[in-house]
């Protein structure tokens, strides 16, 4: 089974710089992904790691490290726009993805 | 092009009622998905398919049962709901597990 863990909610000011931590415990890990869901919407696909190291697209930037269960989301140059929940999920293959709770990121003005 | 689309968008449906939440992409995708949202919990599989012809359980497939006739349809069949199914049910389609899921709009359900 999977235990995926990261903070429920953040706030952050506009313009500023926000970091979402996922840990995880899992076996046969394959790689991990993060979605973007707005309230009231579908996940959107954001960011995939399977090796270690950083991963940067555009304003947003994926970290992983497998030795340690660790994966973090950063989000610069925060936006009104970006306020939203940020999704961690794990995939061990064969098809199966399993989601942590979410963190919902607050941006104010 | 469509995507993914899921139908209905709502429901209210009396506990006991059969039920069945369609979902079809154009993507050629192999592999689909169904998850639950539940407020705290996350997203959770419920069932999932490899390709055509084939289905696998998920987390929680308890009370729920799919199939898979063909590439572009998933249809998910509460055969007879209870009030605990109440959530917000997404379909998802990937070309393989290590390619991005993209997400139906969902469909918003109510067990009375």
């Known amino acids: 089974g999977q235990n995926i863990d990261q903070p429920t909610e953040m706030t952050a000011t506009e313009g500023a710089i926000v970091q979402i931590n996922c840990t995880y415990q899992?076996?046969?890990?394959?790689?991990l992904f993060w979605y973007q869901q707005h309230a009231g919407e579908a996940p959107t696909f954001l960011s995939y790691?399977?090796?270690?190291g950083l991963e940067e697209k555009g304003r947003f930037s994926s970290f992983l490290s497998r030795s340690k269960g660790y994966s973090y989301l950063l989000l610069k140059e925060l936006q009104m726009k970006d306020s939203a929940s940020y999704l961690c999920?794990?995939?061990?293959?064969?098809?199966?993805?399993?989601f942590g709770a979410g963190t919902t990121v607050t941006v104010r003005a | 092009t469509a995507g993914i689309t899921q139908a209905p968008t709502s429901q209210i449906l009396a506990a006991g009622r059969s039920m069945t939440l369609r979902c079809t992409q154009d993507?050629?995708?192999?592999?689909m998905y169904w998850y639950r949202q539940d407020l705290g919990l996350g997203l959770r599989l419920i069932h999932y398919?490899?390709?055509?012809?084939?289905?696998g359980k998920g987390e929680v497939p308890d009370g729920y049962s799919v199939s898979r006739a063909n590439t572009d349809d998933f249809p998910l069949t509460l055969a007879s709901a209870v009030p605990s199914q109440t959530s917000v049910y997404f379909c998802?389609?990937?070309?393989?597990?290590?390619?991005?899921?993209?997400f139906g709009p969902g469909t918003r359900l109510t067990v009375l």
């Open positions: 899992t076996s046969g890990f394959n790689g």
């Open positions: 398919s490899n390709t055509a012809g084939t289905t």
């Open positions: 999920a794990v995939t061990q293959g064969d098809y199966k993805l399993s």
């Open positions: 998802a389609s990937s070309l393989s597990s290590y390619n991005e899921q993209f």
């Open positions: 790691n399977v090796l270690d």
């Open positions: 993507m050629r995708h192999n592999a």
